[in-house]
């Protein structure tokens, strides 16, 4: 008996209790949430089960195991039943691929990039362009087709312009970096300010005389791609039906199979930045951003490295682009403001600047902010407001409190506060990079 339960503890002592609570905060969530699907605090629990994963010690082939029953089971029955989920964590990864892509141009390689939403742009517009009735509309080109004549190309095209997507804006990446090579700081951030409000007004008027964009009505409908076969669809949905209480729908299956999609970009992304870190181009990137000149006097290509940074931080932001307008069916210009590249440079800096894991987690920390608590937060108070309660203690009336109030309209209120802090407080990051790490204990020394 004391040999069995000697054993027990050294299995506890070395990774044992670490998974059980793993999979307790994993269950908790799950439960509340099938109870009570819009139960705010059992989604937040659910989502942090990643981070504890990752902070955790405990063996990488049980963090992949539960990892993988989260990502591969548990959230796509839970979208199903609940659409927001999925749009939520949808967003999350589109998010994260951009800052992965940011963290790139920024983290390794030390340009600082203002514009970065511009290459979302370019990848978004060449499927909606091509995979709308867009092309009927060039009404004022000698031999375009007629408006009465609508033309788009199959939906199955999807798959090449997704890699079309990341040419495209790789191109564009090498563009931009050509004419701002000899800048770098303030100029940099200045000029590339300035590209990514050019490719904004372009979108916004390229609607005569030739009508490429639609202008400030955007392009819609756009096709998304086609699901599997109707076999395979049925015997997902006989297997899904006991757990969601119904049988999906096709909408429903598109909501899981955009999520899964955006998964594999996000896997692929992260393989990409990993290895380039570690490679001899990743290096010549960090000699780059610590000593140009220093970088020069050790044979490092200067104009080479710094466009491969520009086209692989792009060619992130390209793919997500023609999955996001695939998935939103929708582009107008507005969705690529200057506002979306401070957003993504938001998550970049909360995460840790060169950290992978750090801006993944800094992607999903501002969308989480951003769609699920302030807009919560915003919901509660407007059904206080209808009631007759009353705050304790100062017996003030809720229905009077302004709507000027609401938490959502304070977004960017909030996430200017969070960079202060986190420059005063944690100027590494939530999840530092080692190198950074070092440099500020330097620094400080």
Same mark, same amino acid.
């Given at each position: 008996?004391?040999?069995?339960?000697?054993?027990?503890?050294?299995?506890?002592?070395?990774?044992?209790?670490?998974?059980?609570?793993?999979?307790?905060?994993?269950?908790?969530?799950?439960?509340?949430?099938?109870?009570?699907?819009?139960?705010?605090?059992?989604?937040?629990?659910?989502?942090?089960?990643?981070?504890?994963?990752?902070?955790?010690? @405990?063996?990488?082939?049980?963090?992949?195991?539960?990892?993988?029953?989260?990502?591969?089971?548990?959230?796509?029955? +839970?979208?199903?039943?609940?659409?927001?989920?999925?749009?939520?964590?949808?967003?999350?990864? $589109?998010?994260?691929?951009?800052?992965?892509?940011?963290?790139?141009?920024?983290? @390794?390689?030390?340009?600082?990039?203002?514009?970065?939403?511009?290459?979302?742009?370019?990848?978004?517009?060449?499927?909606?362009?091509?995979?709308?009735?867009?092309?009927?509309?060039?009404y004022s080109v000698p031999g375009a087709a007629p408006a009465d004549a609508p033309f788009a190309l199959d939906p199955r095209w999807f798959w090449l312009f997704l890699f079309l997507g990341v040419g495209l804006a790789a191109i564009t990446?090498?563009?931009?970096?050509?004419?701002?090579?000899?800048?770098?700081? =303030?100029?940099?951030?200045? $000029?590339?300010?300035?590209?990514?409000?050019?490719?904004?007004?372009?979108?916004?008027?390229?609607?005569?005389?030739?009508?490429?964009?639609?202008?400030?009505?955007?392009?819609?409908?756009? &096709?998304?791609?086609?699901?599997?076969?109707?076999?395979?669809?049925?015997?997902? #949905?006989?297997?899904?039906?006991?757990?969601?209480?119904?049988?999906?729908?096709?909408?429903?299956?598109?909501?899981?199979?955009?999520?899964?999609?955006?998964?594999?970009?996000?896997?692929?992304?992260?393989?990409?930045?990993? #290895?380039?870190?570690?490679?001899?181009?990743? #290096?010549?990137?960090?000699?780059? #951003?610590? =000593?140009?000149?220093?970088?020069?006097?050790?044979?490092?290509?200067? $104009?080479?490295?710094?466009?491969?940074?520009?086209?692989?931080?792009?060619?992130?932001?390209?793919? @997500?682009?023609?999955?996001?307008?695939?998935?939103?069916?929708? $582009?107008?210009?507005?969705?690529?403001?200057?506002? &979306?590249?401070?957003?993504?440079?938001?998550?970049?800096?909360?995460?840790?600047?060169?950290?992978?894991?750090?801006?993944?987690?800094?992607?999903?920390?501002?969308?989480?902010?951003?769609?699920?608590?302030?807009?919560?937060?915003?919901?509660?108070?407007?059904? +206080?407001? &209808?009631? =007759?309660?009353?705050?304790?203690?100062?017996?003030?009336?809720?229905?009077?409190?302004?709507?000027?109030?609401?938490p959502a309209k304070y977004q960017k209120l909030v996430f200017g506060l969070i960079l202060i802090l986190m420059m005063i407080f944690r100027p590494s990051g939530l999840i530092p990079a080692e190198r950074r790490k070092r440099e500020l204990?330097?620094?400080?020394?």
């Amino acid at each position: 008996m004391n040999t069995l339960f000697g054993n027990f503890f050294k299995k506890a002592n070395t990774g044992f209790w670490p998974v059980l609570i793993a999979l307790a905060f994993l269950l908790i969530g799950t439960f509340s949430v099938y109870q009570s699907p819009r139960s705010l605090a059992a989604f937040l629990i659910l989502m942090s089960t990643p981070l504890i994963l990752y902070f955790m010690k @405990m063996n990488m082939k049980v963090k992949v195991f539960i990892g993988l029953m989260l990502i591969v089971i548990i959230l796509p029955v +839970l979208g199903i039943r609940n659409i927001f989920y999925l749009e939520v964590i949808f967003q999350m990864a $589109v998010f994260a691929a951009l800052a992965l892509g940011l963290n790139i141009v920024i983290g @390794m390689a030390g340009l600082l990039d203002l514009g970065y939403v511009a290459f979302y742009a370019v990848g978004a517009y060449s499927w909606a362009i091509f995979g709308s009735k867009q092309l009927s509309l060039l009404y004022s080109v000698p031999g375009a087709a007629p408006a009465d004549a609508p033309f788009a190309l199959d939906p199955r095209w999807f798959w090449l312009f997704l890699f079309l997507g990341v040419g495209l804006a790789a191109i564009t990446g090498i563009l931009l970096g050509l004419p701002v090579l000899r800048l770098k700081g =303030d100029y940099l951030a200045i $000029v590339t300010l300035g590209f990514g409000e050019v490719i904004r007004v372009l979108a916004l008027n390229l609607d005569k005389p030739i009508n490429l964009t639609n202008g400030p009505q955007g392009i819609t409908p756009i &096709q998304r791609p086609p699901l599997p076969p109707e076999s395979i669809l049925q015997f997902f #949905r006989d297997i899904l039906e006991p757990f969601v209480g119904h049988v999906p729908t096709d909408a429903e299956f598109y909501n899981v199979f955009f999520y899964f999609l955006a998964l594999i970009i996000i896997a692929i992304a992260i393989l990409v930045a990993t #290895r380039l870190e570690d490679s001899r181009i990743g #290096r010549a990137w960090t000699a780059i #951003r610590e =000593d140009e000149t220093a970088a020069i006097a050790m044979g490092i290509p200067l $104009v080479k490295m710094k466009l491969a940074a520009f086209a692989a931080g792009a060619s992130f932001a390209g793919a @997500m682009g023609a999955l996001y307008a695939a998935n939103r069916t929708f $582009v107008s210009p507005e969705t690529f403001s200057f506002l &979306q590249s401070i957003g993504v440079l938001t998550m970049v800096i909360l995460g840790g600047l060169g950290s992978i894991p750090g801006v993944i987690f800094g992607a999903a920390a501002v969308v989480l902010l951003n769609i699920q608590i302030l807009q919560n937060f915003s919901l509660y108070l407007s059904e +206080l407001r &209808q009631s =007759d309660a009353v705050i304790p203690i100062i017996n003030f009336a809720w229905k009077d409190l302004s709507n000027q109030l609401d938490p959502a309209k304070y977004q960017k209120l909030v996430f200017g506060l969070i960079l202060i802090l986190m420059m005063i407080f944690r100027p590494s990051g939530l999840i530092p990079a080692e190198r950074r790490k070092r440099e500020l204990v330097e620094e400080k020394e």
